[in-house]
């Protein structure tokens, strides 16, 4: 991430597809008014009212300089309207669905409609710019102020909500932005600088009216008040779309359906909102989608995030969150995203009984079980891809060890044990599910979209990486004791490990921390064979990479030796084999269990194959991959 948020804000907003589209569509409107459209003749006012239009004073209506009066009907034109000319010919509002061009049974005011457009059986349409190939139709309002900025530098309050900071949001605003704001929130100069930057970005597209852009279509719907709707976007019978932007085009077209109601909003590219949900006071960015009656409320939702049904409320959640049923989201920080929210979960005890003053920061891939109470203050924002299970309520916490699972006691304790601690299984994923792991992996990449970049996806990369070593050193340190709780090591929260658990978490770690820097072996290796350089190069003390650099650390630290690169690209196929082999044990397990409940379901248990599952053919086909790559790397060593 950049050091500097108000360098990378000005980088993005100087070369911004919406403020240059906001300049165009006004210099249009302004070139229309003062020179290139001319009033009505006589004719023409006598053919338009025998049409059935009608207007309080024809001198006021400007048209194109080919004006033809076909295709206009039975409507009203009130103050200054702008006319284009229209052919007739027909465009599509649905796939099944076709109407003519033109202007037809409508009320408008103070309104401009471009030439080809379609304006079809509604009520009022008033100081509203209809662009070339657009269509309204049978929609009831459609209003806008005489000074319009559709949500930009709406201020919206993320985590702690009585805080005193406020974040502005804007179309050209990045999660990554939002992201760095919020983790230096007590930053008053960076703060006071992008609010600076809000009044500049919506002095650059403050519009006098409001747009519907070309190719966009909005058919259906109630009310349409001071927003910008962008190119190719479908709005279909949404109630409200009130002071917000609609940032859409052709490759990802913004989908709102049916009893949607938008509110100060910015809405991305390829966002689909649907199944009357609510939006207001949002950033929602591109290809995400929320239906089901989903309700987000001063939240910036990340990248091809899924949210369902359930409520979200001052809160920040990054790429690929989902959450499919009812459960509820408040005060969250989730930077990282790609998490799951069970239905039933209550994330929101963001209350002391005095005010709403606590928050929850969450880690990365974290997913929060069936019925799960999280208490606050919480932070897991060190314990990435941890597993909180069905039914646990967590006290306040601050936990530190990835790929964990939170649940409560496996066994009896003892009878002054304190009350309401769950039971910390260190590394759970990696040791009892690893098919889970590699589910995500495979899940990110189905799911990557432009604008996320790929490195980022990657669930063993260095930041989390990092996370792991120091949670098993820390693992190292712990007394010899039968339960160990936060008093004997920091970073476990409010919860206690079992002395049993303590090895299989450290080997763990150890296993993937190893793979980790191995695959990196692996990896500089093809890149310096296509590059035609010299493989000798590969353990020079610096490098250009430094990821790399880190990785070679890793295997200086844990003591593995580097001066054979054979050896290197075998030991990384025997981890590759493990990998695959645990992964079919995660996933026979279940299977086997499953099949003791319902084995009706298979006719011939003995016969089914776990290996035909689709991530394990994933797991097994990368694997094989990885076997030829390291067999040609072999090869050429033994040159």
């Not at 340190?477 to 409010?494: A, H, L, N, R, Y």
Request: contains cysteine.
């Amino acid at each position: 991430m950049t050091e500097n948020p108000e360098k990378m804000f000005n980088e993005t907003a100087a070369d911004s597809p919406f403020t240059d589209q906001c300049k165009k569509t006004n210099n249009l409107y302004n070139a229309a008014v003062n020179n290139n459209y001319r009033k009505l003749k006589p004719d023409e006012i006598e053919i338009l009212e025998n049409q059935g239009n009608q207007s309080e004073d024809w001198n006021k209506i400007l048209v194109c300089s080919d004006f033809s009066t076909e295709n206009i009907l039975g409507c009203r034109f009130n103050d200054r309207c702008i006319l284009g000319k229209f052919s007739g010919e027909k465009i599509k509002i649905t796939d099944i669905t076709e109407l003519k061009t033109g202007i037809y049974n409508s009320d408008l005011t103070d309104t401009f409609v471009d030439s080809e457009a379609c304006v079809y059986k509604n009520g009022m349409i008033s100081n509203t710019f209809i662009a070339k190939n657009s269509v309204i139709a049978f929609c009831k309002l459609i209003e806008n102020s005489g000074s319009n900025t559709f949500g930009n530098g709406t201020d919206i309050k993320i985590g702690n909500e009585i805080s005193l900071k406020s974040i502005p949001i804007f179309a050209d605003m990045t999660c990554e932005t939002a992201g760095l704001i919020l983790a230096d929130r007590s930053n008053n100069k960076l703060l006071s600088g992008l609010n600076n930057q809000a009044r500049e970005y919506n002095e650059k597209i403050r519009l006098p009216f409001g747009v519907v852009s070309e190719n966009s279509v909005v058919a259906y719907c109630k009310k349409i008040s001071s927003s910008f709707i962008g190119p190719f976007a479908r709005l279909y019978g949404a109630d409200l779309t009130d002071n917000s932007s609609i940032i859409s085009n052709k490759e990802n077209p913004v989908v709102i359906g049916e009893g949607v109601i938008i509110k100060n909003c910015i809405i991305k590219n390829g966002a689909c909102i649907d199944s009357h949900s609510i939006v207001k006071n949002s950033f929602i960015d591109k290809n995400v989608k929320l239906a089901q009656n989903a309700q987000i409320t001063d939240s910036i939702i990340g990248q091809g995030s899924v949210i369902e049904k359930g409520e979200i409320t001052s809160s920040f959640t990054g790429p690929l969150t989902s959450s499919h049923h009812q459960s509820m989201l408040i005060s969250a920080i989730w930077p990282g995203g790609r998490g799951n929210i069970g239905y039933g979960a209550n994330i929101g005890s963001n209350h002391t009984g005095k005010a709403p003053d606590q928050e929850i920061i969450c880690g990365e891939g974290m997913f929060f079980g069936l019925g799960v109470n999280v208490k606050y203050p919480a932070d897991f924002s060190g314990a990435p891809y941890t597993i909180i299970a069905t039914g646990v309520t967590t006290l306040p916490q601050k936990l530190t060890f990835p790929f964990s699972l939170i649940d409560r006691p496996h066994k009896n304790m003892p009878v002054d044990f304190p009350s309401g601690l769950n039971e910390l299984f260190p590394a759970w994923m990696l040791y009892n599910n690893v098919y889970g792991v590699f589910r995500n992996i495979y899940k990110y990449k189905d799911r990557l979209k432009s604008g996320i970049k790929k490195e980022d996806l990657r669930v063993f990369r260095p930041e989390i990486i990092k996370m792991m070593i120091k949670a098993r050193d820390s693992l190292r340190s712990i007394p010899q004791k039968d339960i160990c709780f936060e008093s004997d090591i920091k970073g476990i929260g409010k919860n206690f490990i079992r002395q049993e658990n303590i090895q299989t978490a450290i080997g763990s770690y150890s296993f993937f921390i190893k793979y980790y820097a191995l695959k990196g072996v692996i990896e500089n290796v093809v890149s310096l064979i296509e590059k035609g350089d010299n493989i000798a190069e590969l353990f020079a003390e610096k490098t250009a990479i430094p990821e790399w650099d880190f990785q070679k650390k890793i295997l200086e630290t844990e003591e593995v030796p580097t001066d054979k690169l054979k050896s290197l690209a075998i030991m990384f196929m025997g981890m590759r084999g493990k990998i695959l082999k645990k992964a079919v044990e995660n996933k026979n397990r279940d299977n086997i269990r499953y099949m003791k409940i319902f084995p009706e379901n298979f006719q011939d248990m003995e016969s089914y194959n776990p290996e035909q599952d689709p991530v394990l053919l994933r797991i097994k086909y990368d694997t094989e991959n990885y076997l030829k790559i390291t067999e040609k790397i072999t090869g050429k060593l033994n040159q």
